[in-house]
Structures are given as C-alpha cells and as structure tokens.
Nanobody, 126 residues
C-alpha cells in the first residue's frame, strides 16, 4: 500500500533553517503530484507548497514564498521542503501529501490528496 513518511522536523531558533523529507513507498512516485501542508495547534490544516510530477513546476502559500523551497527526487521517491528564515508562526505539524495527477498539475486543496504522511513537528523558538 502507499506510504508516505516524513522526517527532519525538530526545534530551531527563529531565523534558522530546517529541511523536511518525505519518502514514498508502494507507489510509482513519478505519477504523483506532491505537496506539503501544516497544522498549528487550534488551527485548520493549511497549504504550504506543491510540486508537479516532474518537479519543474511549484507553487507556494504567500506566507512562505521566498523562504521555503519544495523539490523532489523521483529516483529516490522523496520530496523535500527546505525551510529558511523560520519564524515562530511556522511552528506546526508538517504533513506531506500525494495524489495521482496530470503531468503539470499543481493542487493546493487538501481534500484533493488521497495519501498523507503521519506528520513531523516543527517548533520555532523566538
């Protein structure tokens, strides 16, 4: 069955950096559009970034644009989220998500994703 497993979360000071990874198994990774979402305590899950099947197209939430970079390595079945200039507002559980998609599709709506990881905690101290 399809599994997505996130790693790389942790505690970091404001202004610091972290890189999250999401490893997929049980799927033909190159057929899946991938995304990162996050959920802070007491808040709804929100879109962070998406990447198309080839990795040539990306989209970002306005709140992270210019600070976060999503990328993927289809040979390694892995999607990454490089997070720089972290703020306390970035504190949340981060989830990766995947969906079978058209070649160039990018999707920011969580309900469109069929597969989710278990999440990894990112805490930014101010």
């Amino acid at each position: 069955q399809v599994q997505l497993v996130e790693s790389g979360g942790g505690l970091v000071e404001a202004g610091g950096s972290l890189t999250l990874s999401c490893a997929g198994s049980g799927l033909t990774f190159s057929l899946y559009g991938m995304a990162w979402f996050r959920q802070a305590p007491g808040k709804e899950r929100e879109f962070v970034a998406a990447i198309n099947r080839s990795g040539g197209g990306t989209s970002y939430a306005d709140s992270v644009k210019g600070r976060f970079t999503i990328s993927r390595d289809n040979a390694q079945n892995t999607v990454y989220l490089q997070m720089n200039a972290l703020k306390s507002a970035d504190t949340a559980v981060y989830f990766c998500a995947g969906r079978i998609s058209a070649l160039n599709a990018l999707e920011a709506e969580a309900t469109k994703y069929a597969y989710w990881g278990q999440g990894t905690q990112v805490t930014v101290s101010s």
